[in-house]
């Protein structure tokens, strides 16, 4: 018998709980507990999927969620899910998985040919032979390259199988990452400190290496026994941690068990953004492989890999592996496999001699020391390995796989991210990052001490640190049972490749070769940035994680410099793929922007509002579900000709009081203040510091030191920032008390010439008369019964109040102007009619006030202080800002009146000439002239009065002759306004 | 903190009840704040250091700006009107009515501070945020300001978004356990009577 299967009771398995699955439409049988890629493995199955490129066959290398190789696609509930590592993929009843980037199947991949091609496919092929005809790159190459390349696809279906996710806020005083040896210590020891730890661990169960060693099973129990008893800890298993962000932010990503699954409506993933006082990092030394002709074909696998998959789930890789390594480590696959029963076929060492060796032959095993493994026996999967002997003799090895050790590179990606260097420290073979102290500490093997005792003793040291500089030092002795003793072992021997005849991989996930490699070298990409970007090693979901080193060795024998002068490509986040649903987090859906509702949104709503989201806020658009402009204009034609009411709540409102108040006024706005009369309100501009229109709007004096300030519903957040920043940094010797008053009132506009009547049946005896309530007037007063307050203001050009009432009282208010209004015909109106109103009036509002318009280019000028401080004064002065020719607010018409306007349309002098000399801003068909009326921003416009241009809509294809008039086409005198 | 979220068994649950209240915001002229809290003294009221929230009747202070102070009293108590305060503090400060402006709710239950989690950045932790803390922070991307007061958790958002900070707190309170109580009053987050 050979291949891999089943031995033995692994740690995590239980074999009473036989689970069902599916690979590939066959139903294969599991065990709770493992992975896919173990039940697999236990199945007798090593082919999962094909390589990137080349299209290969691959299996599996690795035991955690860095596996370069063995990606599946799983179907499930949520659609299909593509390059999920079968390594991290938890086996449950029914799982369905596929292998991927195969045609038509796994076993017979058509598109492998790209292997026997490979020599006309080198890193950046596709840069230099689809150069010609240019077209052809994005109709031909481009869709056939994407076609045969790639891993998973994505399903078709979008939208609608977007899973439930969500984002956590956690807090701690220090972060572990990793929970290891080292990582359990230093939590232990934090936390009988008193300081708040959490303990984030990638793996599903805490224990780090000290899973594979039986002599940690008791110390490792009671660790986890103490820290569940600190209620000051706080595991989180099945995290891993993303990246580093800076002032102690770190982000990581959850996957959650069954159980969180079913009561979490479905999440699978959970993103967590931690925040630390300081980190430790305990993150282990991920294992690296060698590259050498065949170190990808299916049964190659990392020597850790092999142990893992026999302690964890009880399965040996194969009946006869062979191990090729450079390091004690490695070793230790070997032994526990011969202990299960699993005679290894030889142990290939690098060194010439090793502590390890010595024990293995005691274990009845051949080790051949001074040796490599030059290639690879078998193209479906190993057949046996090709031994280079230190007399330079080959010799083959039958086997049915091959465990490779390369050493271990402390994980230094954190630690870079938080500004640490990368020190090259050749006892290790390995680069190391130390962490400034002021974001924390690394340990054990992050560091590069290896042995799980030596590591756990780094910690503890590390720990005592941070301890301490939290002012909380740790209690003196330990805190968990003495660490079981790491064996005497042999340093690493850096061996980066062992040349030979064929391909040797350091990037297994997107096919780089070391040749690969040279050839980035030899074509002028030596930094290693350059090489990675040139070849794409390191830039799959793995990140290089056991290839990236060995890249770079290549990299440094290419260009003849010392490995420590090449680096490794920066680390940079995320460390391993994350769902944008967990990115997005539960602001999805109706969650996804939080929407502003009206103090009567329930009131529009009974009354058939058709509603339009202006910023965050739901407004009225017109009372009616009827498309096209009738029931606008019936709306505004009630305005015009008897009554008409409109909800304008959503105004900026801000009560500004104080000994200061007008002082301040009169220093942000470009009009004065300070000459209100209690009692009356007044049209302000503001300007922005740098001499723009930055918004208008009313204010009223309700008080010598208390005025009522209105902004645009669009510049009502801006405006109260700008009035924060300048009354707090600009103005601060001035004593002024700010409040958004918003939401405290509804404010409702009453317009039309039958406005006074209604208003006056809702102010009891409030003398509603032009000379006692003249147009800009103000006052306190009870409005139907409701303290209030009634302003006599209009954006509508008609006679028109405005009724402000606190929006708990405001649906009866509302309600009751409706019933006063019954006898004159009054009408809700909406925003559409708003506008229709405004326009034809010539009052502007954000499509006007854009930020690129002045106070003259708005006919504004004259509104500004001749004397006197206010923002924005000096810069509105240049020169730029005062030319005559700029595009300043006029009125449009069409000259045949039956036309119609569009927004947009540029208006041009004649139809050839393709200039633009501005363009229409606003429009609308009109109820008080005849046909459409229209706002537009035109150079020079205010001297182009009287004149006609063409208006063209290259989007409609549509040109249209335009009269050019004053914007305010309507009660130019304002008459009605003061009727 | 000690266990993992699951550790909360669903059971356990989180309340949502709503509190009406009148709401003035008391904010002191410049260097006035001692004269305002006398007078917030001769009241009956301890205007609470900035960050905290007080209970006591006739209801709750609570402070997230400096020089600044939200009173919160029973909504048909008729005490605490922004009238009689601007009155009262006049020369010294300026009170303003936010009765209509600010929807205030309560949440009770060993599991809220887990589920504000969900969106709030603050550092909520019983250690961290004790009661009698208040702070101004965003969540669900609207401002809110959140206090710790008798074993519960006051939440006051502006009223026009509070239906979207109510639908959030719904949804995301339903895999802990929610249960919707009835309307609260400041006074039964003070004294004997916390929720």
């Keep these: 018998m050979s291949g891999p299967s089943r031995i033995a009771r692994g740690l995590l398995t239980d074999p009473a709980k036989a689970v069902s699955f599916r690979f590939d439409g066959r139903t294969l049988q599991g065990l709770a507990g493992d992975t896919l890629a173990s039940a697999l493995l236990a199945n007798g199955r090593r082919l999962l999927g094909r390589s990137f490129k080349y299209h290969r066959r691959r299996g599996i290398v690795t035991a955690d969620k860095g596996e370069p190789c063995a990606l599946v696609d799983v179907i499930g509930e949520a659609g299909r899910e593509p390059n999920q590592p079968a390594t991290a993929v938890l086996l449950s ?103 708040r730890v959490l303990l984030a661990e990638q793996d599903i169960v805490l224990g780090g290496g000290t899973l594979l060693d039986a002599r940690w099973t008791s110390w490792r129990a009671d660790a986890c026994a103490r820290l569940a008893s600190l209620p000051n800890v706080r595991c989180l298993p099945a995290t891993t941690v993303l990246g580093a962000y800076g ?93 299960a029963g699993i005679r290894a076929a030889a142990i290939i060492d690098a060194r010439p001699d090793a502590c390890a060796a010595a024990r293995a032959r005691e274990a009845g095993l051949e080790v051949l020391c001074d040796a490599s493994v030059s290639g690879v026996l078998g193209r479906r999967s190993v057949r046996g390995v090709r031994v280079m002997l230190p007399d330079g003799v080959s010799r083959s090895i039958p086997a049915d796989c091959l465990a490779v050790s390369g050493g271990h590179s402390p994980a230094t990606a ?42 756990a003793r780094d910690a503890e040291h590390a720990a005592r640190a941070l301890a ?78 056991s290839g990236g080193l060995v890249a770079s060795a290549v990299l440094a024998a290419a260009r003849g410099v010392p490995l420590s002068q090449v680096g490794q490509s920066r680390p940079r986040p995320f460390a391993e793929p994350v769902p944008f649903a967990a990115l997005a987090g539960g602001e999805v859906g109706s969650h996804y922007k939080p929407r502003r509702r009206l103090p009567i949104n329930d009131w529009h709503e009974r009354a058939g509002a058709t509603f339009v989201s202006t910023g965050l806020w739901l407004r009225p658009l017109v009372y009616s579900a009827e498309s096209g402009w009738e029931p606008v204009l019936a709306e505004a034609r009630a305005v015009r000709r008897a009554v008409g009411v409109t909800d304008v709540s959503t105004l900026g409102k801000i009560d500004v009081q104080g000994p200061d108040a007008a002082r301040f006024l009169d220093f942000v706005y470009a009009n004065s203040f300070s000459t209100l009369a209690v009692g009356r309100a007044r049209y302000g501009i503001m300007l922005r510091e740098d001499g723009m229109l930055f918004d208008d709007g009313t204010t009223a004096r309700l008080g010598p030191e208390h005025f009522l300030l209105t902004t645009t519903t669009a510049n009502s957040a801006a405006v109260l920032e700008h009035l924060e920043f300048h009354l707090q940094a600009v103005r601060p010797q001035l004593d002024v008390v700010l409040t958004d008053v918003c939401d405290q009132w509804a404010q409702f506009a009453v317009a039309g010439p039958r406005a006074r ?23 306190e007063a009870s409005l139907a019964g409701i303290p209030g307050r009634l302003f006599r203001i209009s954006f509508s050009g008609e006679l028109a109040y405005e009724l402000a009432v606190p929006a708990r009282g405001a649906t009866a208010v509302w309600e009751a102007i409706l019933a006063a209004g019954g006898p004159h015909g009054i009408r809700p109106y909406g925003l559409d009619a708003l506008n229709t109103l405004r326009i034809e009036k010539g009052h502007v509002t954000t499509a006007e006030l854009n930020g690129n318009t002045t106070a003259a280019d708005l006919g504004c000028a004259h509104l500004l202080k001749k004397s006197g401080d206010f923002i924005g004064r000096t810069l509105a002065a240049r020169p730029g800002l005062l030319g005559t020719d700029r595009l300043q607010l006029v009125g449009v018409r069409p000259a045949d009146r039956s036309r119609r306007l569009r927004n947009g349309t540029q208006l041009v002098t004649s139809a050839a000439r393709s200039a633009s000399l501005g363009y229409v801003t606003s429009c609308t068909p009109s109820v008080e002239l005849e046909g459409w009326v229209g706002l537009a921003l035109l150079a020079g416009g205010r001297q182009r009065i009287g004149s006609r241009l063409l208006g063209v809509s290259p989007v409609h294809g549509e040109t249209t002759e335009l009269e050019i008039v004053s914007p305010h086409m309507l009660d130019p005198e304002n008459a009605r306004v003061r009727a | 903190m000690s266990a993992p979220d699951s550790a909360h068994a669903a059971a356990a649950g989180i309340r949502l009840a709503s509190l009406p209240a009148n709401i003035v915001e008391l904010a002191a002229l410049r260097s006035r704040s001692v004269d305002l809290g006398r007078l917030a003294a001769a009241r009956g009221l301890a205007l609470a250091d900035f960050g905290h929230i007080t209970a006591q009747s006739p209801g709750l202070t609570l402070s997230v700006r400096p020089r600044r102070w939200l009173l919160l009293t029973a909504a048909a108590s008729g005490q605490g009107g922004a009238t009689a305060w601007q009155e009262a503090a006049a020369g010294c400060g300026v009170a303003v009515d936010l009765s209509s402006a ?65 639908e959030w707190l719904v949804t995301t309170s339903q895999p802990f356990g929610l249960a919707l109580a009835p309307q609260l009053s400041p006074a039964d987050l003070s004294g004997d009577n916390r929720v």
């Design chain 1, 93 to 195: 009843e029914g799982l369905h998985a596929v292998s991927q980037n195969r045609w038509p199947t796994l076993a017979l991949d058509l598109l492998a040919v790209n292997d026997w091609l490979g020599r006309f496919l080198p890193a950046g092929f596709y840069y230099k032979t689809f150069m010609a005809p240019g077209w052809a790159w994005e109709r031909v190459y481009e869709p056939l390259i994407r076609r045969a390349a790639g891993l998973g696809r994505l399903e078709g279906r979008l939208g609608d199988h977007a899973a439930p996710a969500e984002i956590v806020h956690d807090h701690a005083d220090v972060l572990v990452v990793g929970a290891g040896s080292a990582g359990l210590t230093a939590a232990l020891l934090l936390g009988s400190a008193g300081l």
């Design chain 1, 757 to 779: 009547e209604v208003v006056a049946c809702l102010a009891g005896d409030l003398d509603l008369s032009n000379h006692a309530f003249p147009f800009m007037a103000a006052a």
């Design chain 1, 468 to 545: 301490a500089e939290l002012a909380r030092p740790a209690p003196e002795g330990a805190a968990w049972l003495p660490w079981p003793a790491d064996p005497a072992a042999t340093p690493v021997r850096a061996l980066w490749e062992v040349p030979g005849r064929g391909k040797a991989f350091v990037d297994l996930q997107n096919d780089v070769t070391t040749e690969d490699v040279r050839l980035a070298c030899r074509e002028g990409y030596e930094h290693v940035e350059h090489m990675k970007r040139f070849t794409t090693c390191g830039m799959a979901t793995d990140q290089g994680r």
């Design chain 2, 102 to 166: 600010l929807a205030a709710l309560v949440l009770s239950g060993p599991a809220v501070r887990d589920m504000l989690a969900r969106s709030c950045r603050l550092d909520l932790a019983a250690e961290a945020f004790p009661d009698g803390r208040a702070a101004a922070t965003i969540m669900v991307q609207v401002s809110v300001i959140l206090a710790a007061l008798g074993g519960a958790m006051l939440l006051l958002t502006p009223a026009t978004t509070a239906r979207h900070v109510h």
């Design chain 1, 247 to 339: 002032h102690g932010t770190f982000g990581a990503l959850e996957t959650l068990t069954a159980q969180e699954r079913a009561r979490f409506r479905g999440l699978r993933e959970r993103l967590r953004v931690l925040r630390a006082r300081r980190v430790l990092l305990a993150c282990g030394a991920p294992e690296r492989l060698i590259a050498f002709p065949g170190n990808d074909v299916p049964g190659v696998m990392l020597a850790g890999a092999a142990h893992a998959y026999l302690r964890r789930y009880g399965v040996a890789v194969g009946r006869r592996p062979a191990f090729f390594v450079n390091n004690d480590e490695g070793y230790a696959g070997a032994l526990a496999l011969a202990a």
């Design chain 1, 414 to 455: 954190l630690a870079c991210q938080l500004g640490a260097p990368l020190r090259w420290q050749e006892a290790i073979a390995a680069f190391t990052a130390d962490l400034p102290a002021a974001a924390g500490r690394s340990a054990g093997a992050a560091r590069g001490i290896f042995g799980a005792a030596a590591a």
